[in-house]
């Protein structure tokens, strides 16, 4: 039995991703919903954050939207989820999205993806919660930001176990293994400095 029952899947708002990337996303709303496993995410209906939602849906899959009012027009609030929140803004948002999750999946996007893995990243650091972070890094997307994170880990800016907190996997396809040997949650807080 899986621990985890609840994912946040930060992923790109662009219609302008590549057919290999929207597949990616569709293929982890399915076997996300196929595996009772809940998804939270930003809430809109654009790009590769619709395409999972919908997905998920259509595999009989619960998902959580959660969107600020002031960008609920842009990112076209997705009205058929099983819970949609509006809140008042981005830091609220990501709040509740962390609060809501038991683990986090990161797909192919761009600024404010990258914006949201380093901000759970860092919490995890800051040891503000323990929850497993898992990238899918389709196509080698997500090689670069290794690389850059390997180079942050060579230059002691932060420590090599720091980087082993992170789950990098290559297909979507493996992403059920992947949440069910990440770590059970730990009550011990991390601390960031050696
Ligand atoms: P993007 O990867 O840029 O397509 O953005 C993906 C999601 O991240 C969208 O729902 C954006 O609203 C959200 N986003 C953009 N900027 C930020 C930010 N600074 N903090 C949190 N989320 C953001």
New binding site residues.
């Given amino acids: 039995m899986n621990h985890i029952k609840s994912v946040c899947v930060?992923?790109?708002?662009?219609s302008k991703a590549g057919d290999l990337f929207k597949e990616s996303a569709a293929d982890l709303g399915k076997i996300l919903a196929e595996n009772n496993v809940r998804v939270v995410f930003?809430g809109?209906h654009v790009?590769l954050?619709g395409i999972v939602s919908d997905a998920a849906l259509n595999h009989g899959g619960e998902v959580i939207g959660i969107?600020p009012h002031h960008?609920a027009d842009k990112?076209i609030a997705h009205n058929n989820l099983t819970e949609l929140h509006l809140v008042q803004s981005?830091h609220e948002?990501?709040q509740m999205m962390v609060d809501r999750s038991d683990a986090f999946i990161i797909l192919p996007?761009?600024?404010?993806?990258?914006?949201?893995f380093f901000?759970i990243f860092t919490w995890w650091q800051l040891g503000l919660h323990d929850k497993p972070i898992i990238i899918i890094n389709v196509e080698g997307y997500w090689t670069p930001l290794l690389d850059l994170l390997k180079n942050i880990v060579k230059h002691q800016f932060a420590r090599p176990e720091d980087l082993e907190h992170l789950a990098f996997i290559d297909k979507v396809e493996d992403i059920m293994l992947a949440l069910s040997q990440s770590p059970k949650e730990s009550i011990d807080a991390q601390t960031k400095w050696m």
């Fill in positions: 930060y992923c790109g708002s662009s930003g809109g790009g954050m969107i960008i990112e981005m948002r990501k996007g761009g600024l404010g993806t990258m914006d949201e901000e």
